[in-house]
């Protein structure tokens, strides 16, 4: 059963499919949806397809609520076009864009606002992207290493990753992959990250004793996540 993304926002049961179903070890269905608005149910080997429709028909005004914020925030989705004026992320916050004709730097930042140099103008989205990455791996790699002496959880490596929606992973090796887009959200998301990662190497699955871990180090963390999920639209270039 695959969802028709729609324009408009959804009105009742009869506009809600199911796109995939997902069934597991799990003791309990989870209804997810995820950034195309569509509605994926997880759920245990022995619930059959017409109590996932029940559980569905039941939880209607939560999955339209959800679709609808989802498909608004995909009609806003802004594509950067790099003019002038124009506001980028950077650790959470939004910043101008100005031009310079007196630099060979492609992409600077003084703080206040981001300058692209016009020699650069018709690569603007490459040299930004290059920009973005160097302060992530900077920024990332030293809060990687603080927050690891700090906690007492050791990784041994450290590698960036291009995806567009994983944030982060962390390997049976435990070696961890942060996104470098991280560097657009606020140092409290990326912290958060980190730690979530630096559980994983000793906690490879999300089990209640992950959580537990993970909520002495960092209390607020579904903050972060709520953060994540409400503003991960706007962390591409």
């Not at 009105?11 to 597991?24: A, P």
């Not at 567009?164 to 992959?177: D, Q, T, V």
């Amino acid at each position: 059963m695959a969802l028709i993304m729609k324009n408009e926002p959804l009105q009742n049961s009869n506009d809600i499919n199911i796109s995939k179903i997902i069934h597991s070890r799990r003791k309990n269905v989870s209804l997810v949806i995820n950034s195309n608005a569509q509605l994926i149910v997880k759920a245990p080997y022995h619930i059959s397809v017409n109590e996932i429709k029940h559980i569905v028909r039941k939880k209607e005004d939560w999955i339209i609520s959800k679709q609808n914020l989802v498909i608004t925030r995909l009609k806003n989705q802004r594509k950067i076009k790099f003019s002038y004026g124009e506001k980028l992320i950077y650790l959470g916050k939004e910043y101008p864009l100005k031009f310079t004709d007196s630099t060979n730097i492609p992409v600077s930042f003084d703080g206040m606002k981001f300058i692209l140099s016009l020699d650069y103008i018709e690569q603007s989205r490459k040299e930004f992207i290059a920009w973005y990455q160097k302060q992530a791996y900077s920024y990332l790699k030293m809060r990687a290493e603080y927050i690891s002496n700090f906690v007492g959880l050791s990784y041994n490596k450290l590698k960036f990753s291009d995806a567009k929606k994983r944030w982060g992973s962390c390997s049976n090796r435990k070696s961890i992959n942060l996104n470098w887009r991280l560097i657009m959200t606020p140092p409290e998301v990326i912290d958060y990250v980190i730690v979530h990662e630096l559980v994983h190497t000793v906690e490879l699955n999300h089990s209640k004793r992950f959580w537990e871990i993970v909520s002495k180090i960092i209390p607020d963390f579904k903050q972060s996540i709520k953060w994540l999920k409400e503003n991960e639209f706007l962390l591409d270039i």
